[in-house]
């Protein structure tokens, strides 16, 4: 059963940096970060298939990248530039095989992190 556990939420100031991570029990092919706004469908920010292949949603392309560190596990989301529309909780999920911004697709989630930019 994986295990994902997210840190590096916070508040932080409009135009600033904040990288959240994600430490996952085991390794699975696609590594996926989401979020929801209050009163808001969860939204797919980025996903990363193994080592190189990512994939950025427009609404954050510029801004925000995905990484992982596929020796220990962790997958980051390195936000640049944040805006105050990029408040949500964002979560982290994981899929053994397919790699998209569909929720159905990942199988594994973790309780999520707040971010609110002010």
């Known amino acids: 059963h994986v295990q994902l556990v997210e840190s590096g939420g916070g508040s932080v100031q409009a135009g600033r940096s904040l990288k959240l991570s994600c430490a996952a029990s085991e390794y699975l092919t696609c590594m996926g970060w989401f979020r929801q706004a209050t009163g808001e469908e969860r939204e797919g920010v980025a996903v990363?298939?193994?080592?190189?292949?990512?994939s950025v949603a427009n609404s954050v392309k510029g801004r925000f990248t995905i990484s992982r560190d596929i020796a220990r596990n962790i997958t980051y989301l390195h936000m640049s530039q944040v805006k105050p529309d990029d408040t949500a909780m964002y979560y982290c999920?994981?899929?053994?095989?397919?790699?998209?911004?569909?929720?159905?697709?990942?199988?594994?989630w973790g309780q999520g992190t707040q971010v609110t930019v002010s």
């Open positions: 990363m298939s193994g080592e190189f292949h990512t």
């Open positions: 999920a994981a899929s053994p095989r397919i790699c998209t911004f569909n929720r159905a697709d990942f199988s594994t």
